[in-house]
Protein backbone atom coordinates (compact mmCIF):
# COMPACT_ATOMS: atom_id res chain seq x y z
CA UNK A 1 0.00 0.00 0.00
CA UNK A 2 1.23 3.27 -0.89
CA UNK A 3 2.01 5.92 1.83
CA UNK A 4 0.14 8.92 2.56
CA UNK A 5 1.15 11.86 1.90
CA UNK A 6 0.10 13.23 4.94
CA UNK A 7 4.13 15.44 6.06
CA UNK A 8 4.51 14.20 9.67
CA UNK A 9 0.67 13.75 10.81
CA UNK A 10 0.81 9.98 11.58
CA UNK A 11 -3.03 10.69 12.50
CA UNK A 12 -3.90 12.11 9.67
CA UNK A 13 -2.95 9.38 7.74
CA UNK A 14 -4.09 6.62 10.05
CA UNK A 15 -7.50 8.13 10.77
CA UNK A 16 -10.16 5.72 9.56
CA UNK A 17 -12.23 7.69 6.47
CA UNK A 18 -13.15 4.22 4.74
CA UNK A 19 -10.92 1.11 3.39
CA UNK A 20 -8.80 -0.24 5.98
CA UNK A 21 -5.13 -0.21 5.68
CA UNK A 22 -3.77 -3.58 4.55
CA UNK A 23 -2.69 -5.15 8.36
CA UNK A 24 0.93 -5.97 6.97
CA UNK A 25 1.32 -2.04 5.38
CA UNK A 26 3.06 0.73 6.58
CA UNK A 27 1.03 3.70 5.20
CA UNK A 28 3.40 6.42 7.41
CA UNK A 29 6.41 6.27 9.19
CA UNK A 30 9.25 3.93 9.52
CA UNK A 31 8.95 0.77 6.67
CA UNK A 32 11.43 -1.16 8.08
CA UNK A 33 12.26 -2.84 11.85
CA UNK A 34 15.82 -1.45 12.42
CA UNK A 35 14.73 1.97 11.89
CA UNK A 36 11.14 1.82 13.12
CA UNK A 37 13.10 0.41 16.79
CA UNK A 38 15.30 3.47 16.59
CA UNK A 39 12.41 6.04 16.24
CA UNK A 40 10.66 4.00 19.07
CA UNK A 41 13.37 4.68 21.01
CA UNK A 42 13.07 8.51 20.28
CA UNK A 43 9.44 8.47 20.07
CA UNK A 44 9.90 7.34 24.37
CA UNK A 45 12.07 10.21 25.14
CA UNK A 46 9.34 13.04 23.74
CA UNK A 47 6.63 10.91 25.13
CA UNK A 48 8.00 10.48 28.41
CA UNK A 49 8.63 14.53 28.63
CA UNK A 50 4.52 15.28 27.47
CA UNK A 51 3.38 12.58 29.75
CA UNK A 52 5.57 14.20 32.44
CA UNK A 53 4.24 18.02 31.64
CA UNK A 54 0.38 16.37 31.61
CA UNK A 55 0.56 14.78 35.55
CA UNK A 56 2.48 17.92 36.36
CA UNK A 57 -0.80 19.83 35.40
CA UNK A 58 -2.81 17.75 36.36
CA UNK A 59 -0.97 18.03 40.09
CA UNK A 60 -1.13 22.14 39.74
CA UNK A 61 -4.82 21.90 39.11
CA UNK A 62 -5.36 21.17 35.34
CA UNK A 63 -8.29 19.32 34.38
CA UNK A 64 -7.31 17.27 31.04
CA UNK A 65 -6.45 14.24 30.75
CA UNK A 66 -5.98 11.31 27.81
CA UNK A 67 -7.77 8.13 27.22
CA UNK A 68 -6.41 5.60 25.00
CA UNK A 69 -9.05 2.62 23.55
CA UNK A 70 -7.28 -0.06 21.62
CA UNK A 71 -9.61 -2.56 19.93
CA UNK A 72 -8.90 -5.32 18.01
CA UNK A 73 -9.15 -9.16 17.47
CA UNK A 74 -7.48 -11.61 19.46
CA UNK A 75 -3.68 -12.00 19.28
CA UNK A 76 -3.55 -8.16 17.82
CA UNK A 77 -1.62 -6.83 20.57
CA UNK A 78 -3.56 -4.94 23.19
CA UNK A 79 -1.54 -5.96 25.80
CA UNK A 80 2.05 -5.85 23.87
CA UNK A 81 0.80 -2.08 22.92
CA UNK A 82 0.02 -1.14 26.26
CA UNK A 83 3.72 -3.26 27.70
CA UNK A 84 5.97 -1.67 24.97
CA UNK A 85 4.43 1.94 24.71
CA UNK A 86 3.14 2.97 27.88
CA UNK A 87 6.03 1.33 29.77
CA UNK A 88 8.17 3.97 28.14
CA UNK A 89 6.08 6.42 30.37
CA UNK A 90 5.53 6.96 34.53
CA UNK A 91 3.84 4.44 35.44
CA UNK A 92 2.69 7.00 38.21
CA UNK A 93 0.68 8.77 35.16
CA UNK A 94 -1.11 5.73 33.62
CA UNK A 95 -4.32 4.44 34.61
CA UNK A 96 -4.60 0.87 32.63
CA UNK A 97 -8.04 -1.37 32.72
CA UNK A 98 -8.64 -4.65 31.17
CA UNK A 99 -12.32 -5.09 30.21
CA UNK A 100 -13.70 -8.46 29.83
CA UNK A 101 -16.63 -10.47 29.86
CA UNK A 102 -19.04 -8.41 32.44
CA UNK A 103 -19.72 -10.12 35.93
CA UNK A 104 -22.79 -11.10 37.25
CA UNK A 105 -22.55 -7.37 39.31
CA UNK A 106 -21.77 -5.56 36.60
CA UNK A 107 -24.76 -6.64 34.17
CA UNK A 108 -27.35 -5.20 37.05
CA UNK A 109 -25.80 -1.99 35.87
CA UNK A 110 -25.76 0.31 33.11
CA UNK A 111 -22.96 -0.86 30.34
CA UNK A 112 -21.29 1.99 30.68
CA UNK A 113 -21.34 2.07 34.65
CA UNK A 114 -18.11 -0.18 34.65
CA UNK A 115 -16.01 2.09 31.93
CA UNK A 116 -16.97 5.35 34.14
CA UNK A 117 -15.11 3.65 37.33
CA UNK A 118 -11.53 3.34 35.04
CA UNK A 119 -11.84 6.94 33.29
CA UNK A 120 -8.55 8.53 34.21
CA UNK A 121 -8.27 11.61 36.62
CA UNK A 122 -6.78 14.49 35.76
CA UNK A 123 -3.15 14.41 34.60
CA UNK A 124 -3.25 10.63 33.52
CA UNK A 125 -3.00 8.93 30.41
CA UNK A 126 -5.64 5.89 30.76
CA UNK A 127 -5.50 3.21 28.52
CA UNK A 128 -8.30 0.99 27.66
CA UNK A 129 -7.73 -2.64 26.98
CA UNK A 130 -11.15 -3.46 25.09
CA UNK A 131 -13.65 -1.08 25.86
CA UNK A 132 -17.49 -0.07 25.52
CA UNK A 133 -17.07 -0.54 22.57
CA UNK A 134 -17.31 -4.71 23.05
CA UNK A 135 -20.78 -3.83 24.83
CA UNK A 136 -21.65 -3.43 20.91
CA UNK A 137 -19.17 -5.66 19.12
CA UNK A 138 -19.47 -9.36 21.15
CA UNK A 139 -23.64 -8.99 21.65
CA UNK A 140 -23.79 -7.98 18.04
CA UNK A 141 -22.26 -10.91 16.93
CA UNK A 142 -23.58 -13.28 19.27
CA UNK A 143 -27.62 -11.88 18.50
CA UNK A 144 -27.95 -10.39 21.52
CA UNK A 145 -28.69 -7.00 20.51
CA UNK A 146 -31.32 -5.86 17.77
CA UNK A 147 -30.58 -3.09 15.42
CA UNK A 148 -32.87 -1.09 17.67
CA UNK A 149 -30.70 -1.59 20.45
CA UNK A 150 -27.42 -1.11 18.79
CA UNK A 151 -28.43 2.64 17.64
CA UNK A 152 -29.53 3.51 20.94
CA UNK A 153 -25.69 1.78 22.12
CA UNK A 154 -24.73 4.14 19.45
CA UNK A 155 -26.23 7.02 20.32
CA UNK A 156 -25.36 6.96 24.24
CA UNK A 157 -21.74 6.09 23.31
CA UNK A 158 -21.27 9.38 21.47
CA UNK A 159 -22.71 11.21 24.09
CA UNK A 160 -20.69 9.89 26.63
CA UNK A 161 -17.64 10.43 24.58
CA UNK A 162 -18.76 14.38 23.97
CA UNK A 163 -19.32 14.40 27.71
CA UNK A 164 -15.79 13.04 27.87
CA UNK A 165 -14.74 15.73 25.75
CA UNK A 166 -16.27 18.68 27.34
CA UNK A 167 -15.16 17.52 31.27
CA UNK A 168 -10.97 17.74 29.07
CA UNK A 169 -10.36 13.89 28.20
CA UNK A 170 -9.13 13.58 24.87
CA UNK A 171 -10.30 10.16 23.22
CA UNK A 172 -7.59 8.27 21.06
CA UNK A 173 -9.31 5.36 19.51
CA UNK A 174 -7.27 2.72 17.50
CA UNK A 175 -7.79 -0.40 16.08
CA UNK A 176 -5.33 -2.55 15.64
CA UNK A 177 -5.40 -4.02 12.63
CA UNK A 178 -4.16 -7.72 12.22
CA UNK A 179 -4.82 -10.30 9.01
CA UNK A 180 -6.29 -14.08 9.83
CA UNK A 181 -3.24 -15.33 8.82
CA UNK A 182 -1.10 -13.35 11.01
CA UNK A 183 -3.67 -14.49 14.08
CA UNK A 184 -2.89 -17.97 12.69
CA UNK A 185 0.50 -17.58 12.91
CA UNK A 186 -0.16 -16.03 16.96
CA UNK A 187 -2.48 -18.73 18.30
CA UNK A 188 0.12 -21.65 17.28
CA UNK A 189 2.78 -19.88 18.83
CA UNK A 190 0.84 -19.68 22.01
CA UNK A 191 0.02 -23.11 21.72
CA UNK A 192 4.01 -24.52 21.07
CA UNK A 193 5.46 -22.46 23.38
CA UNK A 194 4.64 -23.27 26.39
CA UNK A 195 6.05 -20.02 28.21
CA UNK A 196 2.60 -18.30 26.19
CA UNK A 197 -0.11 -20.87 27.08
CA UNK A 198 -1.29 -18.75 29.99
CA UNK A 199 -2.08 -16.50 26.62
CA UNK A 200 -4.29 -18.82 24.90
CA UNK A 201 -8.04 -19.00 25.26
CA UNK A 202 -9.95 -21.94 23.42
CA UNK A 203 -12.96 -19.63 23.06
CA UNK A 204 -10.24 -17.13 20.54
CA UNK A 205 -11.22 -20.04 18.00
CA UNK A 206 -15.03 -19.51 18.14
CA UNK A 207 -14.02 -15.67 17.54
CA UNK A 208 -12.01 -16.54 14.63
CA UNK A 209 -14.75 -18.76 13.07
CA UNK A 210 -16.71 -15.78 12.97
CA UNK A 211 -14.33 -13.17 11.38
CA UNK A 212 -16.47 -11.85 8.68
CA UNK A 213 -19.22 -11.02 11.30
CA UNK A 214 -16.85 -9.00 13.36
CA UNK A 215 -15.33 -7.14 10.69
CA UNK A 216 -18.59 -6.01 10.09
CA UNK A 217 -19.12 -4.99 13.57
CA UNK A 218 -16.24 -3.25 13.44
CA UNK A 219 -17.20 -1.48 10.25
CA UNK A 220 -20.33 -0.27 11.53
CA UNK A 221 -18.68 0.67 14.94
CA UNK A 222 -16.56 3.30 12.51
CA UNK A 223 -18.95 4.26 10.65
CA UNK A 224 -21.58 5.28 13.42
CA UNK A 225 -18.75 6.35 16.33
CA UNK A 226 -15.84 8.18 14.47
CA UNK A 227 -16.63 11.84 15.45
CA UNK A 228 -14.47 15.09 15.58
CA UNK A 229 -14.18 14.55 19.39
CA UNK A 230 -13.28 10.96 19.04
CA UNK A 231 -12.08 9.95 15.84
CA UNK A 232 -10.91 6.35 15.06
CA UNK A 233 -7.98 5.33 13.94
CA UNK A 234 -6.80 1.77 11.82
CA UNK A 235 -2.90 1.00 13.32
CA UNK A 236 -1.35 -2.02 10.90
CA UNK A 237 -0.68 -4.54 13.56
CA UNK A 238 0.52 -7.50 11.40
CA UNK A 239 4.28 -6.00 12.42
CA UNK A 240 4.79 -5.28 16.24
CA UNK A 241 7.50 -3.27 15.73
CA UNK A 242 5.04 -1.09 13.26
CA UNK A 243 2.33 -1.06 15.67
CA UNK A 244 3.92 0.08 18.66
CA UNK A 245 5.61 2.89 16.73
CA UNK A 246 2.24 3.96 15.31
CA UNK A 247 0.58 3.98 18.37
CA UNK A 248 3.45 5.96 20.48
CA UNK A 249 3.27 8.26 17.68
CA UNK A 250 -0.78 8.98 17.88
CA UNK A 251 -0.32 9.53 21.34
CA UNK A 252 3.04 12.02 20.53
CA UNK A 253 0.93 13.89 18.08
CA UNK A 254 -2.19 14.11 20.53
CA UNK A 255 -0.07 15.17 23.56
CA UNK A 256 1.71 18.09 21.84
CA UNK A 257 -1.47 19.27 20.26
CA UNK A 258 -2.90 19.60 24.53
CA UNK A 259 0.58 21.20 24.89
CA UNK A 260 0.41 20.46 28.14
CA UNK A 261 2.40 22.95 30.33
CA UNK A 262 4.03 22.88 33.72
CA UNK A 263 2.44 24.84 36.54
CA UNK A 264 3.97 27.81 38.13
CA UNK A 265 5.62 27.57 41.85
CA UNK A 266 3.49 28.97 44.52
CA UNK A 267 6.80 30.37 45.56
CA UNK A 268 9.64 32.68 45.38
CA UNK A 269 12.13 30.27 43.88
CA UNK A 270 14.93 32.87 44.42
CA UNK A 271 13.79 32.92 48.21
CA UNK A 272 13.66 29.56 48.61
CA UNK A 273 17.37 28.89 46.96
CA UNK A 274 18.30 31.44 49.43
CA UNK A 275 17.07 29.60 52.38
CA UNK A 276 18.28 26.67 51.50
CA UNK A 277 21.59 27.61 51.47
CA UNK A 278 21.46 28.54 55.32
CA UNK A 279 19.73 24.96 56.22
CA UNK A 280 22.10 22.54 57.67
CA UNK A 281 21.67 18.91 58.44
CA UNK A 282 21.08 17.98 62.10
CA UNK A 283 23.15 15.63 63.81
Request: hydrophobic letters at 35%; glycine letters at 10%.
Given at each position: ??????????????R???????????????????????????????????????????????????????Q?M?????????S???????????????F?A????????????????????A???????????????????????????????????????????D?????????????P?????????????????????????????????????????F??????????????A??????????????????????????????????????????????
Amino acid sequence: MAKKDTGSRVRDALRIDGELPDPGSTPVGPGKKPKALAKLGDAGERLSGLQEALYAEGVGGGTRSVLLVLQGMDTSGKGGTVSHVLGLVNPMGVRYAGFKAPTAAERRHHYLWRIRKQLPGAGRIGVFDRSHYEDILVPRVTGLLTAAERRRRYTEINAFERELADAGTTVVKVFLHISPEEQLKRLKARLVTPEKHWKYNPGDLEARSQWPAYQQAYADIFKKTSTGNAPWYAVPADHKWYRNWAVAELLIETLADLDPRFPEPGFDVDAELAKLKGVGVSS
